[in-house]
């Protein structure tokens, strides 16, 4: 039974990592094989202190429950040091998302705060009041701002040709409403 494990999985068997039978396993039943976990770990014991099939063939006889023990032990503690490693990636990878939450919560807050600060977000109305001179201009300043429009940036003056053919001069001023 060994033997045919050995002549089937032997270099499956030098890659086993943590006691993990299932690609071996797999070969066995596919092959119609019959076999026991006892057998794998024999089987696996024996390949992993063997540098050839051959060697492995010759010395199944002479395999000894000592090192059967030391091979479970070693497997037992393989498998127990990658669950805690995998507890460790489980809680790394937690760890992050929480990191990324509150991270994305902080950029949301920010932007939020920046919204909320911004006055221009604010204008709900926006118009532009123009005259031929100033005294014009100011006088219709004053009544928009009176309907709740507020004067926005500097007075705009137009001057083309500077009074030279008779076109009139222009003035403007941006308004808003909030």
Request: aromatic share 8%.
């Amino acid at each position: 039974m060994i033997s045919e494990i050995l002549k089937v999985a032997y270099p499956n068997l030098k890659i086993v990592k943590n006691g993990n039978f299932k690609t071996i396993e797999d070969d066995l039943n596919l092959l119609g094989i019959e076999y026991s976990e006892e057998d794998l770990i024999k089987a696996f014991a024996i390949a992993s202190s063997s540098n050839s099939i051959d060697e492995a063939l010759s010395s199944l006889d002479n395999i000894d429950s000592e090192a059967i023990v030391k091979v479970k032990t070693k497997m037992e503690s393989d498998k127990k040091a990658e669950k805690i490693k995998q507890e460790k990636i489980k809680q790394e990878k937690i760890e992050k998302n929480k990191s990324q939450e509150k991270e994305k919560e902080r950029k949301r807050l920010i932007k939020e705060q920046a919204n909320a600060s911004n006055y221009l977000k604010a204008i709900s109305g926006y118009k532009v009041i123009g005259a031929k001179d100033e005294w014009s201009l100011d006088s219709k300043v004053k009544n928009a701002m009176k309907s709740g429009w507020i004067p926005y940036g500097g007075l705009s003056a137009y001057n083309p040709g500077g009074k030279l053919g008779g076109v009139p001069n222009s003035f403007f001023q941006a308004m808003v409403k909030f």
